[in-house]
């Protein structure tokens, strides 16, 4: 079954504005991965946060989590137009770690 | 140096053939993946092997069989495949466990006709 949703399912902005994407899940994690997907290509890790970080920068990329809320979110400033991809998060629960979950994604599409 | 690579990229086919994808990694890690991407862009793991070894194994149907000659290497064979089966199939690698980083392939699209 799915452990990570993604929302809003879709998100359009404006070149130079910020965009904000949420990830909830549903069991205990030891960390939790942001990746990035182009169109028609594989994903990209982009960050991980582990269980006991609250936020974590990565450039331009900011990642909080809430292990009492079981939840995410995924900060892209001033995004540029190659910046339009889907985001996905992904969790490893505690009992298996080599069984990452992904979500369904949060498609961006940065306008110029 | 393509860190994680797949073959072939498209792969177009009848109902009932047998097909093989193949992937290799250069990154000396000793964890592999396949995962099947749907039309809706779920993604889903299949299964996964460390050194050599079957470690998850999802329900997935048998027509489905992995195999791993070395740790550079996990193919994905499919018998008698189905319309259903049509999907982007995602090799990945990660080094010890699923808690570090996944390098992905460039997927390989599968069409059933």
């Known amino acids: 079954s799915q452990q990570g949703e993604e929302d809003p399912q879709a998100l359009s902005i404006q070149e130079g504005e910020n965009a904000t994407m949420n990830c909830s899940y549903k069991t205990s994690i030891n960390n939790l991965q942001w990746y990035r997907q182009n169109s028609g290509r594989g994903l990209v890790h982009l960050i991980l946060i582990r269980s006991n970080e609250r936020e974590k920068h990565s450039g331009r990329l900011r990642v909080t989590l809430d292990t009492s809320k079981k939840s995410s979110s995924l900060l892209i400033t001033a995004s540029r137009a190659a910046d339009t991809a889907s985001y996905f998060c992904a969790t490893a629960p505690l009992a298996n770690d080599y069984k990452l979950s992904f979500g369904a994604g949060t498609t961006v599409t940065v306008r110029a | 140096d393509t860190a994680v690579s797949q073959t072939p990229k498209y792969l177009v086919t009848q109902m009932g053939n047998d097909k093989s994808i193949k992937c290799e990694q250069n990154?000396?890690?000793?964890?592999m993946y396949w995962y099947k991407q749907d039309s809706k862009k779920f993604l889903k793991i299949m299964f996964s092997y460390n050194n050599k070894e079957l470690i998850i194994n999802e329900t997935v149907p048998n027509r489905f069989s992995p195999k791993s000659p070395d740790k550079a290497h996990l193919n994905l064979h499919i018998n008698s495949l189905e319309l259903g089966d049509s999907a982007v199939y995602f090799c990945a690698s990660s080094q010890t466990s699923g808690y570090n980083e996944q390098f992905f392939g460039p997927g390989t699209r599968l069409t059933v006709l």
């Open positions: 990154l000396g890690h000793d964890t």
